[in-house]
């Protein structure tokens, strides 16, 4: 096969026909509690006159062959930039496909003839949708990575990928969707339960920080006591990644609900059984690990010739640290963190079942409800949150180190 030069994207190609042909584009129901029918990507391609057809055979064919092609085009980088753009072609071509079907089911009468009230229908997004969708984010990516930009151009051109998705939400061109409409139905509580998660993240990532950044640099150190402290400290830190979150959560509302009753100034702040405070602490305690040993890690790294040749300059302990290792640690401590804010975002979610609210009181309650859009309505601003982070510490990361400075 040495015709094929993209064996990667030969694979992606591969999983879309699959994906295209297997399962439904879209589902149509009466109401959001009923699975309702499957519409294939076929069906929404066909549907119309022949004016619309070839509309919408161009937005989704012609992309969907120009990738076919860059797979036996030799590499480069006209051939990298080709697969970005025709890879956003037909991300725009799904998307307005998907948001157009849509409009035209909400118009028909028989949405309300088949038994479901006015307003009620919902046309959802189907396994074909989110896997081509999926298949064109990763060919765009690989053919991004292949690029060799910088950092910085690495993520604007990762965050450009996604600018047709924001765009259609920006018009209205999916609001007919039902993952639309269930944002549009609680929009209110989309919002505060976004200030919430993010309170949540940062309410737990700051203990963290302020607690496992010292106990990294320390352990990083040598001497009798230092090597005594260091075996039990990550001892301890490894057995509290082990602890499920529920169980944690539940191990840590019976001593809350204990104190905040024997001192009642503790209840009014917050700190309670449930809620707020026994999320921020558990969370806080699996953040620790990542934390403690990435700046271990980073500040053992540094090579000792360059702290004597510091030495030898005559800079003190404090401006060695500052200026040698600190610079020096930095990027295998954001390697860290960005694991640890991650981390902390997805189990952020659980942290619902005790009262802390965030995007999890949403997916909990789509599962209680059987709606499957509320859940997503949940989960995908979480997943979006995780991925924007790690992008955005991964690019800070693979700065020079030089390019970190203090004081």
Avoid: C
Wanted: positive net charge; aromatic residues 6%.
């Amino acid at each position: 096969m040495g015709w094929v030069k993209n064996r990667v994207l030969l694979s992606l190609v591969l999983a879309g026909i699959a994906a295209a042909s297997g399962l439904a584009f879209l589902t149509h129901a009466p109401n959001r509690l009923v699975s309702g029918a499957s519409i294939s990507l076929a069906d929404v391609v066909s549907w119309g006159d022949g004016a619309t057809q070839a509309l919408a055979l161009s937005a989704s064919l012609m992309p969907a062959l120009l990738l076919v092609a860059t797979i036996f085009m030799r590499p480069g980088r006209a051939t990298h930039f080709l697969v970005i753009v025709t890879a956003v072609l037909l991300l725009s071509g799904l998307l307005w496909l998907a948001g157009g079907h849509a409009m035209r089911l909400a118009s028909l009468p028989a949405a309300v003839s088949a038994g479901s009230s006015p307003g009620i229908e919902r046309t959802s997004l189907g396994g074909a949708f989110w896997i081509l969708i999926a298949l064109s984010w990763l060919a765009a990516s690989d053919a991004i990575a292949h690029l060799g930009l910088k950092p910085l151009w690495r993520l604007i051109a990762s965050a450009a990928v996604i600018t047709p998705l924001l765009v259609f939400i920006a018009t209205g061109a999916l609001d007919q969707l039902s993952l639309m409409r269930e944002y549009a139905n609680r929009e209110d509580v989309f919002n505060a339960a976004l200030l919430q998660h993010v309170q949540i993240v940062v309410a737990s990532l700051l203990p963290s920080l302020l607690i496992g950044v010292p106990l990294g640099i320390v352990s990083a150190r040598t001497g009798k006591w230092v090597n005594t402290l260091r075996p039990p400290l990550f001892a301890s830190l490894n057995i509290i990644q082990t602890i499920p979150s529920i169980a944690l959560f539940g191990l840590l509302m019976a001593p809350l609900a204990l104190l905040a009753a024997s001192i009642p100034v503790l209840a009014k702040w917050g700190i309670k059984g449930i809620g707020l405070a026994p999320a921020v602490i558990a969370l806080a305690l699996y953040s620790l690990l990542p934390i403690v040993r990435s700046t271990a890690a980073g500040i053992s790294q540094v090579p000792r010739p360059v702290i004597d040749a510091a030495i030898g300059m005559g800079m003190t302990k404090r401006q060695i640290f500052w200026k040698v290792e600190a610079p020096m640690a930095l990027p295998v401590f954001l390697s860290g963190l960005r694991v640890a804010t991650v981390q902390t975002i997805g189990m952020a979610v659980v942290a619902a079942l005790i009262g802390a609210g965030g995007f999890g009181a949403i997916v909990f309650q789509g599962l209680l409800g059987g709606a499957l859009d509320l859940v997503l309505l949940g989960v995908l601003p979480v997943v979006a949150m995780a991925v924007a982070v790690d992008a955005a510490l991964q690019t800070i990361a693979s700065s020079p180190a030089n390019e970190f400075k203090f004081f």
